[in-house]
């Protein structure tokens, strides 16, 4: 290939100074991308084993990084992400089984085989169990209607409603606004007071057995 250096400008003008200077960052920039801290190093072992020794100022000015080539912003893209599901604990489930048994005796009357037994001396022990299931759950919950409306009255949910306070059932078509009578209230717990659980202490068991001595 051959060069006409007689094509070449006689004047260096502001305009080539700007594209020489420009020519020069984009060298400086694809060098530093490509190489970066390495060249670096070999430089300076080059000139230190030319001159023997190296001066500061020259190792701090070869060791600086060139400044990196500005990275290009992608738009931020929303994805769903799979609903990530928890472990539940036993413990705090076990704890109340325990405190139903204790106030109702629940663990027993469900274990029992009722059909030897009246619907009058069912209702008798049920009457029991309801009694103790009460307290117990007065005792160490508050509990709320998720809907203050009367039941059976005609409510219209918006849209957006939280779906894990109100389940829809029946002809469901369409989207929100949806317009239904309450069936039920719902229930919800706004506030939880259990017995704290000492080391050691196995939830597993719900009611220890009674020895009579």
Do not use: C
């Not at 219209?156 to 309450?182: I, Y």
């Not at 706004?190 to 597993?204: F, N, Q, V």
Request: aromatic share 6%; hydrophobic share 45%; charged share 20%.
């Amino acid at each position: 290939m051959n060069f006409n250096l007689t094509a070449a400008p006689t004047t260096f003008d502001i305009l080539h100074l700007g594209l020489a200077i420009l020519a020069v960052l984009f060298f400086v920039l694809f060098l530093n991308q490509k190489l970066g801290e390495k060249l670096g190093e070999n430089r300076v072992e080059q000139r230190s084993s030319g001159n023997g020794m190296t001066d500061k100022n020259t190792l701090s000015a070869v060791s600086t990084p060139a400044p990196e080539a500005p990275e290009l912003v992608q738009p931020a893209v929303e994805t769903l992400k799979p609903a990530q599901l928890k472990e539940a604990t036993p413990d705090a489930a076990l704890q109340l089984l325990t405190l139903l048994q204790q106030e109702a005796r629940f663990i027993d009357f469900t274990q029992e085989d009722l059909a030897a037994y009246s619907d009058a001396d069912i209702g008798a022990a049920a009457r029991v169990v309801h009694e103790g299931s009460k307290k117990a759950l007065a005792t160490y919950f508050t509990l709320a209607a998720v809907r203050n409306e009367a039941e059976e009255s005609r409510i219209t949910l918006p849209t957006g409603f939280n779906a894990s306070e109100v389940r829809l059932t029946g002809n469901v078509v369409g989207e929100a606004p949806f317009t239904g009578s309450l069936i039920h209230k719902g229930w919800k717990v706004t506030d939880i007071r259990l017995p704290k659980l000492a080391e050691g202490h196995d939830t597993s068991i719900l009611a220890p057995a009674e020895v009579e001595l």
